[in-house]
């Protein structure tokens, strides 16, 4: 990783992405979606695509918790997952942390943006070493039942996935802890639980586990629907993860982290990938940390469309001071634009 060079205009953001950002939640008070906490809580639970990325309106991530804390995943019935989104308050830790470990045990919850909301929402409330150790305890005293069962393994494999970030944030004893309970699977455990031995790999690994788990190609982010082979992973590897991103499919989605972990090189031509228009404005928040020029070019790529408002502009705005210079040699219309109104 970049270690002591400074990637983005904020030290506690280069400090932030190096504890694992964007893989946790940032609670945000005041944002919109919490005028109607339970109704913005009922349309993400329902949701089979995330509507919220890092960060996420306080009281609507509070009753999406306690519907994973009142246990409303284990299908108790939706009357049941009606009475979570409507209390209002953050739900109790310990219930949190039981509620990992029994999705961990029994699984149920298909999507795995799910599932880590579940992980980095109890960080926040229980705070990174509790949260650690719940997954390596229920790892430690699970049953590895053969043959799998797919909920099960699908639910494992996330949450040991998670710990591979959480091992960022957390405290050196704790991480040693945790590392002495997720271990590599027995063969014949492995074989019946291949997506999770492969997991297993790439959380204790790293690079090179990725290296051992990838086919053809690997991706940019974490997947939002599933535990998959990604470059956020190989965080100790920036010299690959570099050759990497050359390879990549230049519209390939790609997370912040990726440029904390390879440098700014990484960045050219982020105006041509694409990711969904939900996810935008996180988007320019992210890249929006960074001090480099392509982020001005990338600003400029997206003034004027309507999936982030006013974002870029704000963007501009901000860094006034930074950004005049580079857009004085910069050609093309918007360019001008934007320095008028500076």
């Not at 299908?75 to 308050?89: C, F, H, R, T, V």
């Not at 492969?198 to 090179?208: E, H, M, N, V």
Request: net charge positive; aromatic share 8%.
């Amino acid at each position: 990783m970049l270690g002591a060079m400074t990637l983005c205009f904020r030290t506690e953001d280069d400090e932030m992405l190096a504890r694992g950002y964007p893989n946790l939640i940032v609670p945000v008070d005041g944002m919109n979606q919490d005028k109607a906490p339970a109704k913005s809580a009922l349309k993400w639970y329902m949701a089979s695509d995330p509507i919220y990325f890092a960060e996420w309106p306080r009281e609507v991530l509070h009753r999406i918790l306690r519907v994973f804390a009142d246990d409303a995943f284990k299908g108790n019935g939706p009357g049941d997952a009606m009475k979570a989104l409507e209390k209002k308050g953050p739900p109790d830790a310990e219930m949190l942390l039981a509620a990992i470990k029994k999705m961990f045990e029994t699984g149920k919850v298909n999507y795995a943006f799910h599932k880590r909301t579940l992980v980095y929402g109890t960080e926040l409330i229980a705070g990174t070493d509790a949260t650690l150790m719940a997954i390596a305890d229920a790892f430690a005293s699970s049953a590895w039942k053969v043959p799998a069962e797919t909920l099960n393994e699908t639910s494992r494999d996330t949450l040991i996935e998670c710990a591979a970030f959480l091992f960022l944030r957390a405290s050196p004893k704790v991480v040693k802890a945790a590392r002495e309970k997720i271990v590599p699977l027995p063969p014949k455990v492995a074989s019946a639980y291949e997506w999770c031995a492969k997991t297993i790999d790439l959380t204790l690994s790293g690079a090179a586990g990725v290296k051992r788990t990838m086919r053809t190609r690997v991706a940019l982010e974490t997947n939002a629907l599933l535990s998959d082979v990604s470059l956020e992973l190989a965080g100790d590897d920036p010299d690959w993860v570099r050759e990497m991103v050359a390879k990549a499919k230049p519209t390939d989605p790609m997370s912040v982290r990726i440029a904390h972990i390879a440098g700014p090189s990484v960045l050219a031509n982020l105006s041509k990938r694409k990711w969904p228009a939900v996810k935008m404005p996180s988007v320019v928040r992210d890249f929006g940390m960074i001090r480099d020029p392509e982020i001005v070019t990338f600003m400029l790529s997206l003034v004027g469309k309507s999936s982030v408002k006013d974002a870029p502009l704000a963007w501009f705005r901000a860094h006034r001071d930074y950004v005049k210079p580079i857009l004085a040699k910069t050609k093309g219309d918007s360019a001008k634009a934007i320095s008028r109104q500076l």
